[in-house]
């Protein structure tokens, strides 16, 4: 098996977040202590690594990581949508090549904004190349970009994040005893909380009275512990 993994944020490369999540053991780091002494940390070795059952391709598209553009090019024509899809195509298809892989069930992953790259490729690799993919991996998927950018105009994230919140302010003890006894439970009443009440007062912005505000912001500071204020 051939999966080839593609990074996030620009200008992210797969070091750190995708190496770090896939490789085969974990270097034994104190939480206070500098990563750049981590090579000489012991090492943990994961139970589920997967080095043994396939080759893992780490990708750094032009203009993250390592990933330079050469000669005369210029980052610029890379650095687009259809631009990085072709790159990236073009990559896949030459290691393909020079490695003699065709014959290899082949996976793409991506993580985070890796996920939009992921499809994005994945489409160019099968229009352009011929070339399909066994399957896609999509990990912290980005595809949605209205899931994930808060504005005054958009207030869906607000919404999809709560319940994010109270299991982190869960697994803190920052919630009432109530609300610790049983996460699930607890969660599923948020979600309850964030579709009949949380959405219709948003929607209703500066048109809420004093007093819907002030009952929203007890339940928010219910669900996540956070002061009322903030």
Avoid at 43 to 69: A, C, W
Avoid at 118 to 141: E, K, P, T, V, W
Wanted: hydrophobic share 35%.
């Amino acid at each position: 098996r051939l999966p080839l993994a593609l990074q996030g944020t620009p200008p992210a490369g797969a070091e750190p977040t995708l190496q770090r999540r896939l490789r085969p053991c974990d270097p034994r780091v104190g939480f206070r202590q500098s990563l750049s002494g981590a090579s000489h940390a012991p090492n943990d070795h994961r139970r589920h690594g997967r080095l043994d059952v396939t080759d893992l391709v780490m990708i750094d598209p032009v203009g993250t990581g390592y990933s330079k553009p050469v000669g005369k090019a210029k980052g610029s024509e890379f650095w687009g949508v259809d631009q990085d899809a072709r790159s990236l195509a073009q990559f896949v298809s030459r290691y393909l090549s020079e490695n003699s892989r065709w014959n290899s069930p082949r996976y793409l992953l991506g993580e985070s904004y890796g996920t939009t790259r992921a499809a994005g490729l994945a489409n160019y690799l099968h229009s352009q190349f011929g070339m399909d993919m066994r399957g896609l991996i999509l990990l912290s998927s980005a595809l949605d970009f209205q899931t994930l950018i808060f504005s005054k105009e958009n207030d869906l994230p607000y919404v999809l994040y709560l319940s994010t919140y109270s299991a982190v302010a869960w697994y803190h003890h920052k919630l009432s005893p109530d609300l610790q006894k049983d996460l699930d439970a607890t969660l599923r009443q948020v979600e309850r909380w964030a579709v009949n009440e949380y959405i219709p007062a948003l929607a209703r912005g500066s048109d809420l009275s004093g007093d819907q505000r002030k009952k929203i912001a007890e339940a928010l500071h219910r669900f996540t512990g956070l002061g009322e204020a903030y």
